[in-house]
């Protein structure tokens, strides 16, 4: 449905027939984009339908001459070069992966490239100015001298978009914004999208999170395996997240989650009493007397904003892998384990797939199939000799089962999309065989058919018989995914509803506010 | 093109590696009128490198894990004293001197391995410390003296496989030497092929295995006639086969065990690495554990071969080595790289200087030619990173571990300038 009926409205961007290929692979085939002046045009698909490649051929990522077809910008064909000159034409694009240098001020990082010069030396003053202004349009009250690393993401991504403002963008692109934010910040970022409308700036959003674009998108455009499959109209067609869906998948999803039976047996992982200080600040203590239980067969959820300390409590109970003065006590089976090393920790059962893949999770050099063994190499060698031909077998037949897709178990796992590599990290941990699995943001970035299908693997584990964490800061999930919640704040469990009784409201409560039950 | 790449699996940058060493050999062997291919000059070339081969072997293994290390020239030249000292004034038998050698390697690895590991403080210091220090040592030690080293621990530095049977015309052992690499090459890719397609896997086609069969034994058989008839007394050279030795088990351990496996995890993704359970202090500890004891070799190896150790010997072999690996096409980041890549990287270098040597290219004008083939290297391994390419040498080790076998492969060596140099200081 890419022929779109003129409209009255001027259109500032059209991307007609784009065509990139990769060796080997064809990104995008004949994509057609339409944007009109002054609106927020979101573009939705599944993880590996060519939304970044398609914006990165946009911004001169990927110059002209690499890919076939036009771009017609502001009524004129464009040959962006890369990225300074569609910068330089009003276009900016703000990556998922913050491109901000942490030691510097903010002030710095503003206007990085782009310095204010007098007489041949940078005006300081004048920046800072600059910089005062530019955050207060964008609604962020912090000093311009404060270095990046010590503000939040949301903070960060602010910082951005006032660093766009700066270039006076005109079309300003935003890669999954708020993957890694938390629902307040998010909501002000959506805010500040919706103000930047008013001002005449046209936003183009890339966002797995539905809720957001049905809340905050005037079209979509879906993009399915490297083509372009429609473009909506949200108000007009009255869009909702199952028609978005819909088109995204090429199907109706009947259930976001699959159907599942519990099969909940009796404790087998216990965690009492758990303190753990930060590893750099003196007398912080990240994580404050916890207690929780993990039964078999059980998915329980963790809930809590970002900086709650979840990811930290899961760190440290796994093999200590994170903070320092750790104190309280685990068990297993009702018997005491002593861990000091995640090597212990793999050993007893536990696993950790970590929330953030690609530095915590993978290493990006990797194939598939040494990703895989990379956690349990000894079920596969002897006399620490790695047999191969084993791993290769192993490595094949996760890849059946999670159905990863892939050409071969030798391709590198960097070259694969964020739901197949989730898969091959999963891969990686369900090999390890463990008792109790640990997820940590186990569906972040990664789009709506690989969360069914990785919901769907979750709730094998636990029919086997494993215990399941899953943190997540999207609450729908850990709604539909768990068999109960422990909501933690500030360190602090501060509650722990069972699914019947949890909502939205009610744990976000939990969330937001110190201790009422245990 | 096509059909060359096939034989090579497809790498392009592995088949320039390649590529250029074949290249640069048949270019000096024309240039040099047939003087680069003589029993006697390659024989020179593999007594003159051997030692930087086998720092090279220690250091890929080291960048790999993400460091770096720049005292192996001073710690060879402290442990090289050292033995000589104690052979001399206690004197030990030539055995013992070695293993006292190599365990002083293995306590200086130690203690820069305690450093880097444990306190965690960046290699490049660490090691920049034990290259003053250990340079100390040698000359405080040795007092600046030269002191020689008995005939029969010249043995591992100047020998040659002895003679042995029926008198063949050849040197006998590096006949046989010759028949079994090849044998194994042939073995080994028949059985690597066999079980890829027992499982299913992508198999070469057949005339791809046999060509490049064909081409690979003939290197070695060819080797093996030049090592085979060389002057009288001369053979198959004694480092040749240390060396040969070592890249064997080197390119077994980094490829197929489990520490092995854990050097590259460390250097690829360390905080990925620990959280799958890999002990990364103790990693990183082995590794430089064993570069200090392989330097240690590589001291005693040209201490025997130079018939005494003095104060200068090992000046400048760290950037020796690191060239080797870096043209061998590790990554500076770490994560990248193997032994083989490495072995060839040094050939390079080494048939390089000889080539020039012979042509009577100058001291001067050869250190400017080295620079610009580094950079060049590197540069287009950068260059086809940039272009999506998985230029990563690391594929050299699937088509090529196994086939290198216990033979070399490539019919060249060097006597470094380096050597010279330090003769001369």
Known sequence: MTSLDTHSDPVILEMRTITKEFPGVKALADVNLRVKAGEIHAICGENGAGKSTLMKVLSGVYPYGSYTGDIVYQAEVQQFKDIRASEHAGIVIIHQELALIPELSITENIFLGNEPVKRGVIDWAEARTRTRELLARVGLREDPETPVKEIGVGKQQLVEIAKALNKSVKLLILDEPTAALNESDSQHLLDLILGLKGRGITSIIISHKLNEIEQIADSITIIRDGKSIETLDVKADGVDEDRIIKGMVGRTLESRFPDHEPKIGEVLFEVKNWTVGHPQVQDRMVCKGSNFFVRRGEIVGFAGLMGAGRTELARSVFGRSYGRFITGSIYKNGKELHLKNVKQAIDAGLGYVTEDRKSLGLNLLD???????????????KHFVVDTNKEFTVAEQYRKSLRTK???????????????????????????????????EPTRGIDVGAKYEI?????????????????????PELLGLSDRIYTIFEGAITGVVDKDDASQESLMKLMTSARKTA | MNALKK??????????????????????????????????????????????????????????????????????????????????????????????????????????????????????IVTLAGMLLFRGFNQFVGKSNTIPVPADFQYIGSGYLPEVGPNTGFNNLTLLLGLLGVAFVVFSELRARRTAKALGAEVPEGWVVVTKLVLVCG??????????????????????????????????????????????????????AELSGVQSKKVNFLVMMNMAILAGLAGMIFVGRSTASGPFDGVGWELDAIAAVFIGGAAVTGGVGTVIGSIVGGLVMAVLNNGLQLLGVGADLTQIIKGLVLLIAVAFDVYNKSQGKRSIIGMLTQSFNRPTGGTPLQPDEVTSTKETISREA
């Open chain 1, 455 to 475: 919901y769907g693997i979750i709730q094998q584990l636990a029919n086997q018989g494993k215990a399941v964490i899953v943190i997540s800061s999207e609450l």
């Open chain 2, 7 to 124: 034989l090579f699996g497809g790498n392009t940058r592995q088949f320039g590696m390649i590529f250029a060493l074949v290249a640069l050999i048949v270019f000096f062997q024309f240039a040099t009128e047939g003087r680069t291919l003589t029993p006697g000059n390659v024989i020179n070339l593999f007594n003159g490198n051997s030692y930087i081969l086998i720092l090279a072997i220690g250091m890929v293994l080291v960048i790999i894990a993400g460091h770096i290390d720049l005292s192996v020239g001073s710690v060879a030249a402290f442990v090289g004293v050292t033995v000589a000292l104690a052979i001399r004034d206690w004197g030990i038998p030539w055995y013992l001197g070695i293993l006292l050698g190599l365990a002083l390697g293995a306590l200086i690895g130690a203690w820069q391995g305690f450093w880097t590991a444990y306190v965690g403080i960046p290699a490049f």
């Open chain 1, 367 to 381: 194939d598939i199939k040494t990703t895989t063994v990379s956690a349990a190499l000894h079920k596969i060698s």
């Open chain 2, 219 to 272: 290197a070695i058989l060819y080797a093996t006639y030049l090592f085979a008839t060389g002057r009288p007394g001369t053979s198959f050279p004694i480092p040749g086969l240390i060396l040969a030795v070592l890249v064997l088990i080197y390119g077994f351990i980094s490829s197929k065990t489990v520490v092995g496996r854990h050097v590259y995890a460390v250097g690829g993704n360390r905080h990925a």
């Open chain 1, 406 to 440: 892939t050409p071969s178990v030798e391709e590198g796992v960097a070259k694969l999309s964020g739901g197949n590599q989730q898969k091959v990290v999963l891969a990686k941990w369900m090999f390890t065989d463990p008792d109790l699995l640990i997820l940590d």
